[in-house]
């Protein structure tokens, strides 16, 4: 069944969701200072490297970037290049920065399904040297605080109900991890994911700024963007997409499936170099990557970041993304958004 909803521009006439966003972006960057925390006592300590991000500060790619900032030590850089989704450093990396040998950008379970996709491209997973993957996330629905609804199986009430009142923030268009996110529940609610209003952000910064000012009603994201922002009460995750509740902050949140909607939805992080990368710099990072995430605080770091435990690296890490691109093409054509 073909699902080519098309994302609406705001959800309240007259506001610019642009504006809104870009200063709320500048108040991400000039009010959370990045800045390095104390260093696992085996981690190394790689001089001038960087973390790139694919996205505006405040989302999960954010999230990792100070993670294994906080895990590398001092000299670690963070840089933000948005857009696309991930395919504006994507390109960067493969054509510009291809042999840089200490540049670490950050990728998600959603960067994987944008490859799968074409939307990178024509480029393949073959395209560059996939270095580490160090936690899993998972998908979330959230609302804010002050919603009428409590509970997933009301928004979705309100979704069948009158779908052009319930806009829902996402990062990505349609086709998208947070776009697949919501229709895989809409299906499981015997609606067809096109009713959906959709509304195309640049990642998980944007999505919950746009709720937080009332431009969406709900958001797919992420439940480590939502511990971000769950803390000082102004949202209310409805549903989080794992196989059963979470520790920490979002141990009181049901999962979908609870709520009966069968839907998971796991999300790998992690990071990859350039094409042309030394294998001798490359196996640095790998092995730089294997002893920081040996190590009992690194654990810790990546609990405090929303993150759960997952981690591989090398070769094993290149068959894991070959696998799951895959698999993510595989699905991405169930819902019609390929040939």
Known sequence: MSTRSQPASHSKPGKPIAAVVLACAALFVSGGSIRAADTPATAAKPAGALCLAPAKPGGGMDQTCKLIQKAMGKDMRISYLPGGIGAVAWNSVITQRKAEQDTLVVYSGGSLLNLAE????????????WVAGIGT???????????????????????????????IGAG??????????????ARRASLDPKVMRIVALEGGGESFTALLAGYVQAISGDASEASLHIRDGKIRVLAVLSDARLPGLLANVPT?????????????????MG???????????VGRFDQAMADQQFAQLRAAHGLYPF???????????????????VQAKEFGLLR
């Open 275 to 285: 094409p042309q990368v030394s294998d001798a710099d490359y196996q640095k990072w």
């Open 311 to 329: 981690a591989m690296t090398g070769k094993d890490l290149t068959a894991y993304i070959n696998k799951t691109v895959e698999q993510y093409r």
């Open 256 to 272: 979908a499936r609870e709520q009966g909607f069968d839907v998971t939805w796991p999300i790998i992080r992690g990071v990859y």
């Open 172 to 185: 990505g268009t349609v086709g998208s991890q947070d776009w697949l996110k919501m229709s895989l529940i």
């Open 118 to 129: 074409g939307k990178f491209g024509k480029s393949g997973a073959g395209d560059v040297r």
């Open 137 to 167: 996330d998972y998908g979330m629905i959230a609302v804010r605080s002050d919603s009428p609804y409590k509970n997933l199986r009301e928004l979705m009430q309100a979704i069948r109900d009158k779908p052009s009142d319930v806009a």
